[in-house]
């Protein structure tokens, strides 16, 4: 099956540390990536759309200076949270889907979503 | 926004027992995926749905999207401890929108 692979899965370093996260999809193109966030026995909260080639949609609420988004290929996006602080300590969780080379919007939407393991962000 | 809720938060249910997570959107919605995430891990897919009325089975788990497209159930059957996790409906909406909206989770508890 699709397999995205997220690294690091955990991080801890001090505040004011850039962070970056990787997403790869190992055995599928991808034209999409999603970035999310988890905090503790709480959903998942989109934080990102991320298109290859150009610049990523950022969800109300997020500062895209912040966290930067970077989807350069088919198979990679990273994202970089930026002099991290205490309060952006979470579960980081991304997702890719597959690209649909075919012309109908909604089979494209509907492509399958895989997740990656996620990274455990720790601001000290 | 759009929103999607699931009830109840949490369930604690003796091994053996049925449970069943219910998700409701406030928009109608073009697909509606369920993950199951085990403590300390990461969403892992179960399904997805497409047509209004939709009902599809997987063992003891069965799936089903309302006639509106803006609900969605999951039903065990005969809990295992191997159940456990927390359950999230994800929905899209239709058009060229591609985001997946999670839900606010079901963490489900089995006693054996």
């Known amino acids: 099956g699709a397999v995205v692979s997220q690294h690091p899965s955990w991080v801890i370093c001090k505040s004011g540390t850039s962070v970056k996260i990787e997403c790869r999809s190992l055995d599928f193109q991808a034209t999409t990536m999603f970035w999310y966030r988890q905090f503790p026995k709480q959903s998942l909260m989109l934080m990102a759309t991320s298109n290859e080639g150009s610049k990523a949609t950022y969800e109300q609420g997020v500062e895209k200076d912040k966290f930067l988004i970077n989807h350069a290929s088919l198979t990679l996006s990273t994202l970089t949270v930026t002099s991290a602080h205490p309060e952006d300590s979470s579960f980081y969780i991304c997702?890719?889907?597959?690209?649909?080379?075919?012309?109908?919007?909604?089979?494209?939407?509907?492509?399958?979503?895989?997740f990656g393991d996620g990274t455990r962000l720790s601001i000290l | 926004g759009q929103q999607v809720m699931q009830i109840p938060q949490y369930q604690h249910v003796q091994e053996g027992e049925d449970f069943t997570t219910y998700c409701n959107s406030s928009t109608t919605l073009s697909n509606i995926q369920w993950y199951k995430q085990r403590p300390g891990g990461h969403p892992v897919f179960l399904i997805q749905l497409v047509k209004s009325g939709e009902v599809k089975k997987q063992k003891r788990l069965t799936f089903q999207f309302g006639e509106a497209k803006k609900n969605s159930s999951l039903h065990i059957t005969a809990t295992q401890t191997t159940d456990v996790g927390t359950y999230f409906c994800a929905g899209r909406r239709g058009g060229a929108t591609n985001k997946l909206i999670f839900g606010t989770g079901t963490l489900l508890a089995v006693q054996p």
């Open positions: 997702s890719a889907r597959e690209s649909y080379r075919g012309t109908a919007a909604y089979e494209r939407v509907n492509q399958p979503q895989h």
